[in-house]
């Protein structure tokens, strides 16, 4: 198309709606989103105008401008991977929230990069521009997540042929430092309760959510785990939950508190019918007869424990109903039976000694919660016997009764401060003496133990809080023989 021109003016317009206007540089340039692009020169007005529209939807959304290939595009990688994925989510192998948040990060990447971008084309800018477009709305936690989904996303267009090399992410494109999560996490506190806020929440709360809380703080029960849990996996006359952790399907049992055992009786027997046949077998149901369970982010658990909180003036930053099986983890360590804590809260251990282990007691499973409950309610432990009254007594008869099977073999045990004085003690020399002297080590470790687990040579027979009888392992010191 010719351009009629005056010498030392610029061109005239081809037409009246030619989207684009002669520019000082002389070129055809047109203002988008505040910045000036320029499309080609006076005397090409028809390329200009192919290469405005070739461009036109990439710069309006704000991305760069790039030739449409015909290799693989964003799009058809978005649509491969939420196609297998699909798959995984209907065999069960991923739940519909892990999909949900995939579609969301592909959404994310095809708006920031472009529907019709090259795979094989994306280079370190464009990550940058994505981090900095996740890093705009989401905190450190979430931002480290949402990388690593997008990082999946394009490994599986590497995996899947539909790139023929891998793609090069750049030096900012990888999660957060620990030391930056760690001065995050300190921000917003610890997320965990305290005894007497717990005591608060549990006397404030109605019957459903009040058997919720327990079994989060008796069992580090999550939302989703008490959403879904049946009817079949309590025991509640024996006290017991066997319950698969439904996030990785790993086994776990705990034993319920007289007070959990109580708020599920009366949350079983208030619940609402439920409307679907698929929720007959839930513990709890909502009073519309609904499951509490629910693939979003808008967790209907979260919300009502979050209502309580505000109402008891008990909410901050990083207390949810998910804390309370923080709570659980960090006071059930401190029976210092760490494997009994990861059995209880589902916890897989990837190391030699999980392998290994076939089983695990309940008497230390009750160990575990037993101590939780004395932390939680002290008042009401108070007013039971301490199973650590009757150790001195029982270690008194196992001390006589050691002494008379020694004094048979010919052995006379070693006097201690508690002995009555001018018993016999052997000089030293012998196996004999040698076993006597490790009996002694093991009788004055037995005297240094006020707490936890009573040691001697033979196993004790206990009463726990409930009124279970437990046997604790015996511990010996090692230097003697038996």
Known sequence: MVIEKRAGSKPQKPYPDFPLFPHATKRWAKKIRGKLRYFGPWDDSDGALNRYLAERDDLYAGWKPRVKTEGTTIRDLCNRFLTSKTHLRDTGE?????????????ERIVRVVGKDRA??????????????DIAKRLGLVSLANEINRCRVVFKFAYDADLIERPLKYGATFKRPSKRALRIER???????????????????SPAQLKAMILLGVNCGFGNADVSR???SSLDLDGGWVNYPRPKTGVER??????ETVNALRGAVAARPTPKSPKDLSLVFVTKYGGSWHKDTHDNPIANEFRKL????????????????RHTFETIGGESRDQVAVDYIMGHARDDMASVYRERMTDERLLAVTSHVHEWL??????????????????????????????????????RSSSDSPGEPVPSRGGPENRRSIGADSCEQQERSTAVGISVGHESSEELNHFGVLVFSAATHCGS???
């Open 94 to 106: 991923i739940t519909p929230r892990t999909f949900s948040d995939y579609q969301r990060t592909c």
């Open 119 to 132: 795979v094989d084309d994306l280079g370190p800018d464009d990550f940058e521009s994505l981090r900095a």
């Open 186 to 204: 300190t921000k917003r506190g610890t997320r965990m309760f305290e005894s007497s806020q717990l005591r608060k929440l549990l006397d404030a």
């Open 229 to 231: 849990m049946p009817l």
């Open 253 to 258: 049992r705990c034993p319920l508190w007289p």
């Open 309 to 324: 909180l505000d109402d008891l003036k008990l909410y901050r930053p990083g207390l949810s109903f998910y804390a309370l």
């Open 377 to 414: 309610f002290p008042a009401a432990n108070a007013k039971q016997p301490s199973p650590a009254s009757g150790r001195p007594k029982q270690r008194k008869l196992r001390r006589d009764s050691r002494r008379k099977s020694e004094g048979e073999r010919g052995t006379v045990a070693p």
């Open 480 to 482: 003697c023989y038996h």
